[in-house]
């Protein structure tokens, strides 16, 4: 069975949303991190194979662009 997640960065912070292989914890290669912009949604699936770990990205997380 699936079950649909929707992931809502409504906040101002992204998110990421990372694929999770449930019996062994480990990073599910077979999907991909993604990250939900600010400001928009996105829905996800989880199943008997794959555990999602959903992490609002903190403002001391996001990449600052090089100084000039």
């Known amino acids: 069975m699936t079950t649909t997640v929707v992931v809502k ?3 101002g912070w992204p998110v990421r949303v990372t694929p999770i292989n449930p019996k062994t914890g480990d ?3 077979q999907g991909q991190v993604e990250v ?3 400001d928009t949604e996105r829905t996800f699936h989880v199943h008997s194979t794959r555990d999602l770990l959903i992490h609002k990205i ?3 997380e996001i ?3 090089p100084a000039a």
């Open 9 to 11: 960065a409504n906040h």
């Open 27 to 29: 990073v599910d290669h």
């Open 36 to 38: 939900v912009e600010k």
């Open 58 to 60: 903190q403002p001391d």
């Open 63 to 65: 990449e600052q662009p």
